[in-house]
């Protein structure tokens, strides 16, 4: 069982920036990989970035360059930053941890979510 925990959101005026972060219950080493995800209202979730327990980050493609990923192994927290905030960047952000138990059996944990809006 993983919980997490995110914080960071808020009002944000056009231009500013935003680091969210994600503290998990759980040593980072023994999750396979976190991930950050935004929803629009009424549109699905999807992916921004990930960053695995080796410590490897891969973004989305329409997204490359405008977020970073990272992580605080000592605080099992992962973070997600962004500067040059536009308001297409407001959106409720999702933490996302992937484990896999065994060969059949993954899972992934989710949490409860920080609004960001981006407004003047």
């Known amino acids: 069982q993983v919980q997490l925990v995110e914080s960071g959101g808020g009002l944000v005026q056009p231009g500013g920036s935003l680091r969210l972060s994600c503290a998990a219950s759980?040593?980072?080493?023994?999750?396979?990989?976190m991930r950050w995800y935004r929803q629009a209202p009424g549109k699905e979730r999807d992916l921004v970035a990930t960053i695995t327990s080796g410590g490897s980050t891969n973004y989305a493609d329409s997204l490359k360059g405008r977020f970073t990923i990272s992580r605080d192994i000592a605080k099992n927290t992962v973070y997600l930053q962004r500067s040059s905030l536009k308001p297409e960047d407001t959106d409720v952000y999702y933490c996302n941890a992937h484990v896999d138990y065994g060969v059949a059996y993954k899972k992934d944990y989710w949490g409860q979510g920080t609004q960001v809006t981006v407004s003047s």
């Open positions: 759980n040593n980072l080493f023994s999750i396979n990989a």
